[in-house]
């Protein structure tokens, strides 16, 4: 089986810094794309940044110029640096990825998420 482990999240003050870790483990073939998502009380999850094939990058409108993904293959791992955070940016965050786990199978795969609280 495969897991993913974040890292990272805390309380922040409006215009703070964090950064989030994701490290995967387990049986992994390969790594197609690691990425966050993140869900705040009352609201749907939603995709905050995604890293494909370990160099093309996608952002949600909202964290743009903000956010920033970055990976390691080497470590199996997704980093996403945040900052100018916002109120806003309060949420639980998830990491994700999907996964080659052996020659004909793909799976996606979640963490089990960490809290950003973004508050004066």
């Known amino acids: 089986q495969v897991q993913l482990v974040e890292s990272g999240g805390g309380l922040v003050q409006p215009g703070g810094s964090l950064r989030l870790s994701c490290a995967a483990s387990?049986?992994?073939?390969?790594?197609?794309?690691m990425g966050w998502y993140r869900q705040a009380p009352g609201k749907q999850r939603e995709l905050v940044a995604t890293?494909?094939?370990?160099?093309?990058?996608y952002y949600a409108d909202s964290v743009k110029d903000r956010f920033t993904i970055s990976g390691d293959n080497a470590k199996r791992s997704v980093y996403l640096q945040m900052d100018n955070l916002k109120p806003e940016d309060t949420a639980v965050y998830y990491c994700?990825?999907?996964?080659?786990?052996?020659?004909?199978?793909?799976?996606?795969?979640w963490g089990q998420g960490t809290q950003v609280t973004v508050s004066s």
């Open positions: 994700t990825s999907n996964i080659q786990t052996s020659q004909f199978v793909f799976g996606d795969f």
């Open positions: 387990g049986n992994i073939f390969s790594i197609l794309s």
């Open positions: 890293i494909i094939g370990g160099s093309r990058t």
